[in-house]
């Protein structure tokens, strides 16, 4: 089933087309990564389904609902911006509670969902700490939270650990994880981090908004990227064979790298020549590479 669906989806600003007729859905229950540069579409895009832009033309449905509903669908998302939405001037306890009543929740509701998060998170020690007072990373999980109290059914994550240090980045997508196993939780990821979009279950990749590739990473990567022998210890031998079949490599002090097309190339290419190598691996294209095929443009370039 999905639960969100965009059709044609049009948004312009004077000459700029944000968002230039596109369209993708998003399964029940998965966690699907939205790529692209600052500027590609990305953010116009959820800004429309969650009601804060209006569309120029296309149709949105969000949890079988037009975006034009967004009174009904609100209830149901939650929402982790780039910036932070919290007040810097209250407490962690006092910024969750009060968001929770704008969902209707009650104090004894509130505080049962809430116990939920704060040992996952390390959250505890901080409740009662003035928000303005905490770590760029404390600040983050706390928005996390915020955006989970109400237990809703789809989750967008709008470039959310960024700035994150690897373990706090861990320890949140851990909880995050843990939570689409029980609850079915739907995620829409924006993200300039590799890693992530290399675990979702399918990938929209826009630019100049429009979407230039979409799939599976794995798909993507099979049909984008080059696979790599790294081989760190070989005979010398096996440049001559290199050079005669004119396949690319690179050599440097640590290994030799073999470009192929595919990983069963890659694979054909050992099989015929065992006896040259000692020490080797395949490795896959990343969709770092997939990000660079498709669009010409290095990702981590514009972080």
Not at 81 to 94: A, C, E, G, M, P
Request: charged content about 30%; glycine content about 6%; aromatic content about 8%.
């Amino acid at each position: 089933m999905n639960i969100i669906e965009i059709k044609n989806l049009k948004k312009y600003f004077g000459n700029t087309k944000a968002v230039d007729d596109i369209s993708f859905s998003v399964k029940e229950g998965e966690l699907f990564a939205f790529l692209g540069l600052n500027g590609a579409g990305k953010s116009t895009t959820i800004n429309i389904l969650v009601g804060v832009l209006k569309r120029d033309s296309g149709d949105c449905f969000v949890n079988n609902l037009s975006v034009d509903e967004i009174s009904k669908i609100l209830p149901h998302i939650g929402i982790v911006f780039q910036s932070s939405v919290l007040d810097k001037n209250l407490s962690v306890y006092d910024n969750l509670r009060y968001r929770a009543m704008l969902y209707g929740m009650n104090k004894k509701e509130f505080e049962i969902n809430l116990e939920y998060f704060l040992d996952k998170l390390d959250l505890r020690q901080i409740l009662k700490k003035q928000l303005d007072k905490l770590s760029g990373g404390q600040k983050r999980k706390v928005d996390v939270v915020r955006a989970l109290l109400h237990k809703p059914k789809i989750l967008i994550l709008d470039e959310p650990t960024t700035g994150l240090d690897p373990k706090t980045r861990k320890l949140v997508w851990d909880m995050i994880n843990e939570f689409r196993k029980t609850t079915n939780l739907t995620v829409l990821l924006t993200t300039h981090y590799m890693e992530e979009a290399s675990v979702a279950d399918n990938v929209v990749i826009i630019d100049g908004g429009k979407i230039v590739a979409e799939g599976s990473p794995l798909e993507l990567k099979n049909k984008f990227a080059n696979d790599f022998i790294k081989a760190y210890k070989y005979s010398k031998d096996i440049f001559t064979i290199l050079n005669k079949a004119n396949i690319p490599y690179q050599k440097n002090k640590n290994c030799l790298q073999i470009k192929f097309k595919n990983t069963n190339a890659a694979k054909n290419f050992l099989v015929e020549n065992t006896s040259l190598f000692e020490d080797i691996e395949i490795v896959k294209g990343s969709m770092d590479d997939v990000f660079l095929t498709v669009t010409g443009k290095k990702l981590k370039e514009n972080v």
